[in-house]
């Protein structure tokens, strides 16, 4: 059975930073790509970031470029996401998910991805 748990969340100030990690179990997921994804309150799902199966090609959505960083530790499993400069429109309900697709470069699209965890909750206070 496949799972994905995320962990890190938590309330932070503006201009903070908090690490969200996400593990897999289940399955090797080191030849596919990683993402996290965000969604606030009355709003829908939205893209942050993306890693290639290999860690070497990321993406991120133009709202959190420069700030956060994605990366992966294919040896345990994880991807990570350093969140810098914390604003309150970061506040959101944070997933990771995996791609469908093998050896991938990763995507901002919500339908690429087939296995998702259950989420943690970012709260900036301004």
């Known amino acids: 059975q496949v799972q994905l748990v995320e962990s890190g969340g938590g309330l932070v100030q503006a201009g903070g930073s908090l690490r969200l990690s996400c593990a897999a179990s289940g399955r090797t997921f080191s030849s596919y790509a990683m993402g996290w994804f965000r969604q606030a309150p009355g709003k829908e799902r939205e893209f942050v970031a993306t890693?290639?199966?290999?860690?070497?090609?990321?993406y991120y959505a133009d709202s959190v470029k420069g700030r956060f960083t994605i990366s992966r530790d294919n040896a345990k499993n994880t991807v990570y996401l350093q969140m810098n400069s914390l604003k309150a429109e970061d506040t959101a309900v944070y997933y990771c998910a995996v791609d469908t697709l093998k050896l991938g470069s990763g995507s901002g699209r919500s339908s690429d991805y087939e296995y998702w965890g259950q989420g943690t909750q970012v709260t900036v206070s301004s």
């Open positions: 890693i290639s199966w290999g860690g070497g090609t990321t």
